[in-house]
Nanobody, 123 residues
Framework: QLQACGGGLVQGGGSLRLSCAASGSTRYSTGWFRRAAGKDREFVVAINWNDATTYYADDDVKTRFTISRDNARNTVYLTMNNLKPEDTAVYYC???????????????????WGQGTLVTVSS
């Protein structure tokens, strides 16, 4: 089970930190996805369990967002800086039972999903 939190309303240029806590002791590779109103769910960023390699959707996300993990707490964090109105979306964390350090950008590759946390960025 995944518990995501940290969303909220922030002005453009502001920052937020989302967290995603997984229950149990299973190892997971974790990703963040987002769905803006009227749009499809899209990949944002992911991090491997073992080597902590990170994968970002594009350079714009890479320069503003940082994913990190605390394996002892089974928690993944998404720090978002310099937020833009177009970042407004419901953000979902997703976890995949660990079976190697690979790149998983498709939502269909994940086994568990958090409930989503709304991020609203005002202009």
């Amino acid at each position: 089970q995944l518990q995501a939190c940290g969303g909220g309303l922030v002005q453009g240029g502001g920052s937020l930190r989302l967290s995603c806590a997984a229950s149990g002791s299973t190892r997971y590779s974790t990703g963040w996805f987002r769905r803006a109103a009227g749009k499809d769910r899209e990949f944002v960023v992911a991090i491997n369990w073992n080597d902590a390699t990170t994968y970002y959707a594009d350079d714009d996300v890479k320069t503003r967002f940082t994913i990190s993990r605390d394996n002892a707490r089974n928690t993944v964090y998404l720090t978002m800086n310099n937020l833009k109105p177009e970042d407004t979306a419901v953000y979902y964390c997703a976890a995949r039972r660990y079976n190697g350090d690979y790149y998983y950008p498709s939502p269909y590759e994940y086994h568990y999903w958090g409930q989503g946390t709304l991020v609203t960025v005002s202009s």
